[in-house]
Structure formats: C-alpha cells, structure tokens
C-alpha cells in the first residue's frame, strides 16, 4: 500500500464518499445526498402521477415542468389581504393559526384547525439556541455539525419567508423550519438523556402527546359537543 492509498484509509476514502465527512456521524455525504436531495424530489415529483391519467387534459412531462411555474405564479399573485394571513414572527411565536373549517357538517359542529402543538412550537425554540451554543462550541473538538445545521437550516427557512417579500402568507409555510426546530429538540433531548437527566424528555412526550389528543377532534373535523366549542381550543386571541 503506498502513501497515497494509506492517507486515504486513514480518512476513510475520498471526502464525499466518508462516513465521516458528513455533518451526520456515519453518514457519508453521497448517502445523505441520497435521503435528502434525490428521494424528497422523487416522492414529491411522483404526487403528480394521477394527473397524467386524467381522462380530459392528462399531464404530461413537458407540463409537469410547466405546472411548477404556474404554482410559483400563483403564490406570487396573491396579494388581497386574508383574514388568516400572518407573518414569520408569529410562527415562531406559534399565535396565529388557521380555520380551515368550521361549520356543521354531516349534521354535526366540526372544525379544521391548523396551530403548531402549544408545548413543543415554543419548547423547540430554546433548544435551537441550546444547538446554536453547542455547534459552536464543538467545532474545536471536530463534533457538534449536526446542531449547527439544523440551527443553520430552521434560520435559513424561516429567513427566506421573512425577506422574500411575498404579500400574503400564511401558518403552513412554516411547516418545513417546524421540522428543524423539532431536530433540535430531539437532539437536546436525547443529549441530556445519555448524560443521565431523563425527566425533561419524559415531560416533554406527556405534554405534547397530551396536547395532541387533547386538540385531535379540531384537527381532524371530529364531531364537537357544542356550536361555540371553538372557544375550547383558542386559548389566544390570534387563534379564533
């Protein structure tokens, strides 16, 4: 084995195919490639496979690409001002939500309400400094990439909302930097739990379990008891 071939054992191969260049340990920067950038595009490009059975106007490849334009065109064109509409601020601060429904249906009172879970939208929102703080610090010891990149990425999507300058928006584009801000709860979490400080992680699956069975039946058009049972769930003023 020469010089060249032992360095490269060393470093467990060329960067991008090592396990352990990736931000994740034991990820090497193909596969996560892979999970992340290649499988998301195939699933969400294979969402639209009924349109290209439709019986008038079947869609096809050329349109597809075409139907992605027209949905950007469409987001850009809303500018009436919306009773529900809201800013990146109150997503983050989880107090402005959205009624898709509410109204009797299938003679009952139900309703459709999209809020982030009261417990973790604000929980997560100290540990996302928590993996800011701990990033930066274990970038001298050559670990912590993974809490910075998801502190990195929840900044980059929430950020890209707040300067983009689209007139309208609403709750649901906060859906993704959710998903982040979830990451770094999970990752304090169970942190603390491998050091040994178990009830924090404990608490939290009670209260956002708790929380979600307790707002299931306004989430899922349940049937409700009362014509005003609204008033149960919007606990703010910004959520009725």
Known sequence: MNRWQALEGRRGGLLWASRGAGPVPGVSLVEA??????????????????????????????????????????????????TYMSVWWQWVA??????????????????????????????GL?????????????????????????????????????????????????????????AALALVLGEWWDLGLRWPTKVTLVLSFGLFIGFYPILSAGELPRKDSYRDYTWLNSWK
């Open 33 to 82: 490639a892979l999970w992340l950038g290649v499988v998301p595009v195939v699933v969400y490009l294979a969402t639209f496979l009924p349109a290209f059975f439709y019986e008038k106007q079947p869609l096809t490849v050329g349109g597809l690409l075409h139907w992605q334009q027209y949905m950007l065109e469409l987001q850009d064109s809303v500018k009436k001002p919306h």
């Open 94 to 123: 989880n107090i402005r939500a959205i009624w898709f429904l509410y109204e009797d249906v299938d003679g009952a009172q139900r309703g459709v309400l999209m809020i982030g879970n009261p417990f973790t939208m604000l929980a």
């Open 126 to 182: 100290p540990a996302l400094l928590f993996c800011a703080w701990d990033g930066l610090r274990g970038m001298k010891r050559g670990g912590k990439r993974l809490h910075l990149l998801v502190f990195a990425a929840y900044v980059l999507l929430v950020g890209f909302w707040a300067i983009n300058g689209k007139p309208v928006q609403f709750y649901y584009h906060y859906m993704l930097a959710s998903c982040f801000l979830l």
